[in-house]
């Protein structure tokens, strides 16, 4: 069965320094990989995703991750925090490739960006 | 495009009424789920539907919770009684032939 396990329930930066939130999946198939964003009162938002092709992927914010498939790892980095960035972050591994089942989430990491 | 919208955004009740949430997904989108979250358990995944057909409840708490889907625009998620350990916010989901899933922002149910 597919899985997802984030490292570390909260981490806490400095504004300004690197962001790193790590991601490591159990699948069985090639994984579709996903990271999401959940500001507080507000619904989960889509940060990037990684299917096929170029393994460095980047998204809105200035987010990026890469696909490790040695690693079975997909950690999400920002060169700089800013406080905007504090917020709920999730990954996700598609459970198939046939596209018709759910995602599977990790419990989520938080994030402090300390001023 | 307007995204998944949800209704009500809050609701308050009272222990042993029945609650409803509502989801409309994004059109043309054919997979629906309905999600939990607390602080304890996090993020749950209730059901889900592909072409208006239920596929897996599994994560139904209990009977007290049901689930329709009458077309590809309308969903409920219904609770009946409502209990006070049902407090959480209750999101909605949709998804298209993409495998992402966009997610509604929330119904924030409360009962007293």
């Known amino acids: 069965a597919q899985s997802v396990t984030q490292l570390g329930s909260h981490v806490s930066v400095s504004e300004g320094a690197l962001v790193l939130l790590r991601c490591n999946y159990s699948s069985s198939v090639p994984p579709y990989l996903f990271w999401y964003v959940q500001y507080p009162n507000q619904g989960l938002q889509l940060l990037l995703k990684y299917t096929t092709g170029a393994t460095l992927v980047k998204g809105i914010n200035g987010f990026e991750a890469e696909f490790k498939k040695s690693e079975t790892s997909f950690h999400l980095t920002k060169p700089s925090a800013h406080m905007s960035d504090a917020a709920e972050y999730f990954c996700?591994?598609?459970?198939?490739?046939?596209?018709?089942?759910?995602?599977?989430f990790g419990k989520g990491t938080r994030l402090s960006v300390i001023a | 495009d307007a995204g998944v919208i949800q209704s009500p955004r809050h609701e308050v009740t009272e222990m042993g009424q029945e609650v409803t949430l509502r989801c409309k997904p994004i059109?043309?989108?054919?997979?629906l789920f309905w999600y939990r979250q607390t602080m304890m358990r996090g993020l749950e995944l209730l059901i889900y539907f592909n072409n208006n057909v239920p596929i897996d409840d599994s994560g139904m708490p209990e009977d007290r919770f049901s689930a329709k889907m009458p077309n590809a625009s309308f969903s409920t998620l219904k609770i009946q009684p409502s209990e006070p350990r049902d407090s959480a916010v209750y999101f909605c989901?949709?998804?298209?032939?993409?495998?992402?899933?966009?997610f509604g922002p929330g119904t924030r149910l409360t009962v007293t």
């Open positions: 059109s043309g989108h054919n997979s």
């Open positions: 996700a591994v598609s459970v198939s490739n046939s596209g018709n089942t759910p995602l599977v």
């Open positions: 989901a949709s998804r298209g032939s993409a495998y992402e899933q966009y």
